[in-house]
């Protein structure tokens, strides 16, 4: 990926994610058999919520919101801008610090809880995604994101079991549900972002719509040079992961770290033995 | 050369002396606060000179570490009766029978007992830099606990420096042992300083268990003498051990085990808490753990692929993952740091055992940049233990209302312990990706899973840390920055900027710098390149730009975050309409703490395991 794309990329993020955040709840509503609301709905809320009086519990924690709005957008062009992609996993954990630090930061039982779950999230999917990307150098020979989008190589044909693995760990990343224990808005009413309100739970919206670029591009990556089987993979996953949101019920946190530490660890690693087998 | 190496050994023992005689506070300080240029001064003559260097000794050192040995060994014996320790005592009878044997067959070896190379002298700017600030920070800390021994306290903190010194620049395995027993009778009295019920328990627990890693020396040189008649270091280095026997060199990995407190001999180094805090910082950061991975290092060329050294990887993979596990469900400050050096011990000798030169990079990284954070943090501990009054993390809430200094140090200390770009993310980093070119044959997967699960785990503990300390009340507006003390000040404040800048420049700091130490140890340059800020790796890069904007995102924005204002109007936090008095604690994990007797089965099996399959006992 040039550079100038990747920069216009960056910058366009938070539209982009917004309408993929429109599209899915009009997805998920006509998968409840309702209308739902227009595609640009998110934009609509956006502008509603500037217009809002701004409160606060104090200056730090805001401060802490817009921080993670920043960290998510530099963390999304270490993805996009072609380096590796350990270093933007890692990048990754560095702006999810400010969420929960922020979230540590009040005394508010429902967003210290909520930033606890937040790292037991990162807990439970970041060896996943580690030993995905082990797995993309294995077949294709480069950590560098912008090799491995020229590479002629097909990696989901090799690595099909760490793409599912991968899959089924997307939803801890965006916190839908069975792993949204973070959010969880039926019982700690939205973790860490429940005492942002007004711009600065903008910013905190706005940081998740670009944590969808983030975790999607991921998925694209899977594909190699084949920009459009990465395109097909994306809208698959993008349904997928809806289709297991509506259909599924949220566990306990237990439960999310045993499935990712004992059935997706070991789908990666039943993968890579295979393949080095199969390549001996 | 032989000087400037003599002086670094004898000099700290002559400051010793010199503070302990000395009758004022005043001068003791100076006196402390010379070691740290003088050291540091020494250290960088013996770095620049050409090394690697044998020193001959005359022969009446070799008859003084022999008396000294004997003298030691019946110290232990004498504690051990006089506390009715059994296992204290008849470890000591052991050693003194086990010495007696090995001196009686030693052949004799044109091999000088001294050698000087670049790990040696690496270890020398760690002691000289790290360990003396401790002894600095010390006289402050003695000050405010009791003034009346001090003296005595600093002159066996100075020491312990010159101590490790000597054994790091010995080659002479029997001299190592003297000195691998001498750090575990500085241990010793240290941890004992207090002299309460608790210390002298911890403190000859220390004892027994460190005695266990001489045993094992012995026993390996006993070994190495009848399989291969050689007893230094280099001459072990030219044998090919697998084709005869890795009993010698199991042994002294088990050495290293039990001194870097990998599990199940952890206990010692949890123990070693109940003395001052400046006793940790110097266990934890410059001497005694360190030598844990020094040793590993030192063999690492002949152990490489063998099965010792992936039993090694194992085991101490196995204690990444699971020290840090327990380190969750710890509420003493101290005994978190405590668990997340013995987590990074393993770390540090996992990437040691693999032995390719990357992942020797990266143990010297590892190495070096514990060494700067975690004596940072433990002389935190000390300072809000004598300026607050804080040990647990329960007192510590809202700690930074009261001291927004102190929390963004401990905070950035933690920082740095896991996240990008600090050193040891880095060093973290390359190891994951020397350990993928190893697994298209499908080994090294399992060091891949330890070290990422490992990874992931600190990261929850150390926010879980950071997130106690940032809390703080929506009606709390101005931050008041703490007076402390200056000595307390300026040694923190050399080790954040110490490891800030390290970080910054950790391109040129690996290849300028600890690349030569690699080409030391393994022969070869690790295969890496440094452009402005940019580390190239053999299969990838961190850019400058990254750095940077990772160091400003985490640097500068803690700090800013302090004076930010917004103008907006205040509510209070959201409790469903009720209005309840709040008493946030933290998570205490205790589903860990249930599976704790499980852990440590396992990290026996682990350990024999290491000395009988990886040994070749069997």
Request: charged content about 10%; hydrophobic content about 55%.
């Amino acid at each position: 990926m040039s550079k100038e794309l990747s920069v216009v990329l960056t910058l366009l993020s938070p539209f982009i994610g917004g309408l993929v955040y429109g599209f899915e709840r009009i997805v998920r509503a006509r998968m409840q058999n309702r209308q739902g609301p227009p595609i640009l709905q998110p934009f609509y809320d956006f502008f509603k919520l500037m217009d809002k009086r701004s409160i606060m519990i104090h200056s730090f924690h805001a401060f802490m919101g817009i921080m993670y709005l920043i960290g998510t957008w530099f963390s999304l062009y270490v993805l996009l801008s072609g380096g590796d992609i350990l270093i933007a996993i890692f990048f990754h954990v560095l702006s999810l610090a400010f969420l929960v630090i922020g979230g540590f930061s009040v005394r508010s039982p429902y967003s210290v809880v909520g930033a606890m779950r937040e790292l037991i999230h990162m807990l439970a999917y970041e060896p996943v995604f580690v030993l995905a990307a082990v797995g993309l150098y294995l077949v294709t020979g480069t950590f560098q994101v912008s090799e491995l989008l020229k590479t002629d190589t097909v990696p989901i044909l090799t690595l099909p079991l760490v793409f599912i693995a991968f899959l089924l760990s997307l939803p801890a990343v965006l916190k839908k549900s069975p792993f949204d224990i973070a959010e969880a808005h039926q019982e700690i009413i939205g973790g860490p972002e429940i005492e942002y309100s007004g711009k600065f739970y903008e910013a905190v919206y706005t940081a998740k719509w670009i944590e969808y670029v983030y975790a999607f591009f991921f998925v694209f990556l899977f594909a190699g040079g084949n920009y459009f089987l990465g395109a097909v993979l994306v809208v698959l996953s993008f349904f997928i992961v809806n289709l297991i949101d509506n259909a599924t019920a949220r566990v306990n946190f237990r439960q999310m770290v045993s499935f990712h530490w004992y059935i997706l660890i070991p789908l990666v690693v039943v993968n890579l033995m295979l393949l080095a087998l199969w390549r001996a | 050369m032989e000087q400037i190496v003599g002086a670094l050994i004898v000099l700290p023992w002559i400051f010793a002396i010199a503070v302990f005689l000395s009758p004022n506070h005043r001068l003791r300080q100076i006196l402390t606060f010379l070691s740290l240029p003088v050291l540091t001064y020494l250290a960088f003559k013996v770095w620049n000179s050409n090394l690697p260097f044998f020193v001959e000794t005359p022969h009446w050192v070799e008859t003084a570490v022999t008396v000294f040995d004997y003298l030691l060994l019946g110290y232990f014996l004498y504690q051990g009766i006089k506390f009715r320790s059994f296992l204290v005592s008849v470890l000591a009878v052991a050693q003194l029978f086990l010495l007696t044997w090995v001196l009686l067959i030693l052949p004799h070896s044109a091999t000088p007992p001294i050698y000087v190379d670049r790990l040696t002298s690496f270890m020398y700017l760690i002691v000289a830099t790290v360990g003396t600030i401790i002894c600095i920070y010390a006289t402050k800390y003695m000050e405010q606990e009791n003034l009346d021994r001090e003296n005595r306290f600093v002159a066996i903190l100075l020491w312990f420096l010159g101590v490790m010194n000597f054994a790091v620049s010995v080659n002479n395995i029997e001299w190592f042992f003297a000195l691998f027993e001498t750090t575990t009778l500085a241990s010793y009295i240290l941890i004992r300083f207090r002299w309460d019920e608790i210390s002298v328990k911890n403190a000859i627990r220390a004892l027994w268990m460190n005695q266990v890693g001489g045993i094992a020396i012995l026993i390996g040189i006993l070994f190495a003498v009848k399989y291969y008649n050689v007893y230094n270091f280099t001459d072990i280095l030219k044998i090919n051990a697998t084709a005869i026997s890795m009993i010698p060199l199991g042994f002294l990995s088990i050495s290293a085990l039990v001194k870097g407190a990998q599990m199940p001999f952890h206990k010692w180094l949890l123990g070693a808490m109940v003395a001052p805090t400046p006793v940790s910082a110097i266990l934890h950061s410059a001497t005694m753990v360190k030598i844990a991975p020094y040793l590993i290092l030192r063999i690492s060329p002949v152990i490489k692929g063998t099965l010792l050294a992936k039993l090694l990887i194992t085991t101490t993979g196995f204690v990444f993952v699971a020290a840090g596990l327990l380190a969750l469900t710890q509420d003493n400050f101290k005994r978190i740091l405590a668990y997340s050096t013995i987590s990074l011990l393993g770390l540090m000798m996992l990437t040691a055992s693999m032995g390719s030169s990357v992942a020797i990079l990266a143990s010297l990284l590892l190495i070096f940049f514990h060494a700067v954070v975690k004596a940072l943090l433990f002389l935190e501990a000390g300072i809000m233990e004598k300026e607050f009054h804080v040990k647990y993390i329960e007192e510590m809430r809202r700690l930074i209302e009261k001291a927004p200094i102190t929390v963004f140090f401990i905070a950035l200390g933690f920082m740095s312990m896991t996240i990008v770009p600090y050193g040891i993310f880095i060093a973290k980093w390359i190891t994951l990706e020397e350990a993928s070119n190893f697994i298209s044959h499908g080994a090294y997967i399992a060091s891949i899973i330890f070290i990422t699960i490992g990874g992931v785990i600190l990261t929850l503990l150390y926010f879980k840390v950071i997130g106690v300390i940032s809390r703080k009340r929506g009606e709390f507006v101005s931050f008041k920055l703490e007076k402390l003390p200056f000595i307390y000040m300026f040694t923190t404040g050399l080790y954040v900027i110490s490891t800030i800048v390290g970080s910054l420049f950790i391109a040129h700091f690996s290849t300028d710098f600890v690349n030569l130490v690699v080409k030391d140890i393994t022969g070869e340059f690790a295969n890496i390149k440094a452009e402005s800020l940019t580390l190239i790796t053999p299969v990838s890069q961190i850019y400058d730009w990254q750095i940077l904007g990772a160091i400003i995102l985490l640097m500068i924005v803690p700090v800013s975050a302090y004076f930010v204002y917004f103008k907006a109007d205040r509510v209070y936090e959201y409790t469903c309409g009720e209005n309840i008095s709040l008493n946030i604690g933290t998570y205490n994990f205790s589903c860990i703490s249930k599976i704790e007797p499980f852990i440590e089965t396992i990290a026996v099996a682990l350990f024999v395991l290491t000395l009988v399959l990886g040994g070749g006992l069997v």
